[in-house]
């Protein structure tokens, strides 16, 4: 009963965050209306634009507005074009998340953004380059949008059996300049890049917002911490932390060859020392998430009925529903049922996946680990061996299959390995081929001990058993 109330007490902190930024409903926006809304709580003096101004019009415009006028990325001539030789130090940019207050500080959770600043800036030669300037990537519907559809009445007719609304378009937006009081948590000096380089990375920006139009939230791993080459993602997140971490690999990539961020020689800045890392929102889930089968009229009502009620406890409102928000106890028992099983939503490919969750469902107290960089590989075991401290374990299909077959396996081999010889000896009759069943117990044993679900393994112990099962019937 402890254990339960325990688990109550660590969901409900888990969700309150998500309930306290959720409190007030969105209005809901066209496509065209979301180009010029406001965008997260982190800029609530911004608005967003397509065209690109110099430098000069960017603030002033700012100092107009009161914030600054972030431009979408397009196409690569958004960033500002210098020689192909310049150098340019980059900076990664981290600060709080204002929505979530001050458990966004205990707990981790950073907004993160890609800083540029220009060596031996000229503005007589360079007058449409600004000294420093932003690059970075959010949901234009943020945390609304982000986190939770919108629960839409079902049209008969109309083949909708979900009446599902989401809000999460994202992009990459670019700024001519960079507030040094806004990045609260600061900027790491991370390398140097050239000119030529620059120019690749714009493009390549765009083909990530082309791939990732979407916000998604959620990663899927199977334990709370990255174990490097032992912990498996199942479902990987797109974030302002992914662009991030995606950004510094891409600029590493696109670079000199061999240079990656130390373009310029000994111009340019040092690599930190000390692990880059990334806020992630783990969920943990024992399997890989299972696809939802949305012409399944059952299936679909499930996902349906969980946003439903997701909705109402966060938003205060839901389709069936009156009196609005759930009091603290209809709250608490919604996180305790709902928190054995997950939605995530796939936007480019328009698929819900369910995942089943084992504790400690979410990784609330391990939301900023490592990012996995081409460069930042550390002597994890003090063996010389230089390993990615965010390097994952690869997906192999079965694998679920085949981690409960070891499992069963090593249970069955111990029980063996104590009671198999006293049980052949006594039992199996004496014509039968005593190297046969000694063969096929040696490879049993060896497949347990390895920890090996072959096919040898299962072959011995399907001989074992049969051999075992064969004579304990012929004695009856």
């Known amino acids: 009963k402890q254990m339960k109330i325990l688990k109550t007490e660590l969901l409900v902190l888990a969700v309150a965050p998500a309930k306290a930024f959720l409190a007030t409903p969105p209005k809901l926006l066209s496509t065209r209306e979301r180009t010029q809304a406001l965008p997260p709580p982190w800029k609530t003096a911004s608005r967003l634009h397509d065209q690109v ?11 107009v507005s009161g914030g600054p006028l972030d431009v979408r990325i397009t196409s690569a001539a958004v960033l500002p074009l210098l020689p192909s030789d310049a150098l340019v130090d980059v900076y990664y940019a981290e600060m709080g998340i204002k929505a979530l207050g001050t458990i966004g500080d205990v707990v981790d959770a950073y907004h993160t953004g890609i800083v540029f600043s220009v060596q ?7 007058p449409d380059v600004p000294p420093m300037f932003t690059v970075e990537w959010y949901a234009l519907n943020f945390p609304f949008g982000a986190f939770l ?37 600061g900027k790491t000096p991370v390398g140097t890049v050239s000119g030529a380089t620059l120019a690749k990375y714009g493009e390549w920006c765009v083909e990530f917002c082309t791939a990732n139009p979407a916000y998604q939230a959620y990663e899927v791993w199977d334990r709370p911490v990255i174990v490097p080459g032992e912990s498996r993602r199942w479902t990987s997140s797109y974030t302002c932390a992914t662009f991030a971490e995606d950004s ?23 690599r930190p020392k000390d692990f880059l890392r990334r806020s992630y929102v783990p969920m943990i889930a024992g399997s890989a998430p299972e696809i939802v ?20 406890a966060a938003r205060g409102k839901g389709e069936g529903y009156e009196g609005g928000s759930l009091n603290i106890s ?30 400690p469902y979410f990784a609330l107290t391990h939301l900023y680990q490592p990012m996995s960089l081409p460069w930042q590989m550390m002597d994890l075991d003090g063996d010389g061996v230089l390993t ?33 010889p006293d049980i052949l000896g006594k039992k199996l009759k004496k014509n039968l081929t005593p190297v046969l069943v000694a063969t ?3 490879l049993l044993i060896a497949g347990v001990e390895f920890d090996i679900p072959s096919f040898a393994s299962g072959t011995a112990l399907g001989i074992v058993l049969g051999v075992v099962g064969s004579q304990l019937l012929s004695k009856k």
Request: overall charge negative; aromatic content about 10%.
């Open 330 to 359: 209809e709250f608490i028992r919604l996180i305790a049922d709902r928190l054995e099983f997950y939605y995530i939503y796939d936007q480019p490919k328009d698929e819900y996946f369910r995942l089943e969750l084992v504790k």
């Open 149 to 185: 559809p919108t629960v839409n009445p079902l049209a008969e007719g109309s083949g909708d059996i979900l009446g599902l609304q989401w809000e999460n378009e994202a992009h990459a937006f670019y700024a001519p300049i960079c507030d040094e009081t806004r990045w609260s948590k």
């Open 440 to 442: 096929a117990v040696l």
């Open 388 to 420: 990615d401290p965010a390097r994952f374990r690869e997906i192999i299909d079965n694998e679920s299959f085949f981690s409960e077959l070891t499992g069963f396996a090593s249970e069955v081999g111990g029980l063996l390995k104590r009671r198999l």
């Open 248 to 270: 510094l690999t891409a600029l590493h990539d696109l670079g000199k060859p061999g240079a990656g961020l130390q373009e310029g020689g000994d111009r340019a800045l040092r």
């Open 120 to 126: 031996d800036h000229d503005p007589e030669t360079m």
């Open 53 to 63: 101004r110099s430098a000069e019009e960017f603030i002033t415009e700012a100092a």
């Open 293 to 312: 089968d949305q012409t399944d009229p059952e299936e679909a009502q499930g996902v349906r009925d969980f946003y439903i009620e997701l909705s109402r």
